[in-house]
């Protein structure tokens, strides 16, 4: 039994390694490809609208051809496809939940091949299947954290540019090309798709789509009404840099006054898993009581749910909109 373990790892490892290379190519040619033939669409006279649902039918999700017919039909591919975007890995939505799938299979059989509960093996097995796409969430939350600090050096860009007597498309490619990653590539892509023939007003509102920050979608406000009604560009660009640097500063201040309650948080969470494991390794035979009789697998549930409890209202109380 012990050596099946062990075969189960490794191939649990092997796949998820091979998921994350071949995803990652996949990923990269797909998004080049799919810009390219938009681009390609719109040069030669074609409607967005058509050339958008033309390259639907064409997305790659996997590079297995049979999961991606799967994921084509499933309503949800679109949007990890746009997690994943987003949190800048190089992965497909195939790879994504195929190491999802490996991650629930091994621990699953795991704990039930230690304790034979069903139900807290499946349960165990639910929690690492998330990883992955915990993972991704977290990715996705550094590269807006990080956009949201090169935000305001962007528009400062854009100011010095306006003010020398470029136009506002030029300040874009000024930003895509003096900028730092992520934010230049994202001005990049707002970029080349108004240079390309989608209208200024399309571009911005794609840009907004692709990175959903507040600040973000006021300076696109801001953009669009100028364009419309006229003004001072440069001067509203401006104080715009600077009320996004007070409020992020704002925001670190808040950051390191609560803490201590996110760190407090993090251990109350995790120190009933952490100890439970560490009794059972010490007198198995006294924890397994918990999942064999019926008043432990109520306190159980009971654990689980004030556990989460306490973590949720930690969680609301540290966490100050600014």
């Not at 994350?20 to 040619?29: E, I, M, P, V």
């Not at 039909?73 to 190491?99: D, N």
């Not at 419309?228 to 009320?243: F, P, Q, T």
Request: with cysteine; hydrophobic share 50%; charged share 15%.
């Amino acid at each position: 039994m012990g050596l099946i373990l062990v075969l189960v790892f490794f191939g649990v490892f092997a796949t998820c390694a091979l998921l994350l290379t071949a995803g990652g190519a996949g990923a990269s040619q797909q998004a080049e490809r799919a810009r390219a033939n938009l681009y390609a669409a719109l040069a030669t006279g074609r409607s967005e609208a058509d050339s958008v649902v033309d390259i639907r039918k064409k997305e790659l999700f996997s590079a297995v051809p049979w999961i991606n017919r799967w994921l084509l039909q499933l309503e949800l591919a679109p949007q990890l496809r746009t997690l994943l975007y987003q949190s800048g890995l190089k992965w497909t939505v195939g790879a994504l939940l195929l190491m999802s799938a490996a991650c629930f299979v091994f621990p699953a059989y795991l704990l039930y091949w230690r304790t034979g509960v069903l139900i807290f093996s499946l349960l165990l097995g639910v929690l690492f299947a998330l990883a992955p796409l915990a993972f991704v969430l977290y990715k996705r939350s550094s590269r807006f954290n990080q956009m949201e600090q090169e935000l305001p050096e962007a528009l400062d860009l854009m100011v010095s540019g306006l003010r020398a007597g470029h136009s506002l498309v030029t300040t874009l490619r000024l930003v895509a090309h003096e900028s730092p990653e992520p934010i230049s590539g994202e001005f990049k892509i707002c970029f080349d798709e108004q240079n390309y023939g989608l209208e200024l007003r399309t571009a911005m509102e794609n840009l907004v789509k692709r990175v959903p920050l507040q600040d973000l979608r006021i300076v696109v406000t801001a953009i669009l009404i100028q364009k419309e009604s006229g003004g001072n560009l440069a001067e509203v660009l401006e104080k715009a840099a600077h009320v996004i640097r007070e409020r992020f500063r704002l925001k670190r201040q808040i950051r390191v006054h609560t803490a201590q309650g996110r760190l407090t948080g993090w251990i109350l969470s995790f120190l009933p898993i952490v100890l439970g494991i560490a009794l059972y390794l010490i007198n198995p035979k006294t924890m397994s009581t918990l999942w064999t009789h019926a008043i432990g697998i109520k306190l159980l549930y009971l654990s689980a749910f004030m556990t989460v409890s306490g973590a949720l209202i930690i969680r609301k109380i540290v966490n100050m909109k600014v």
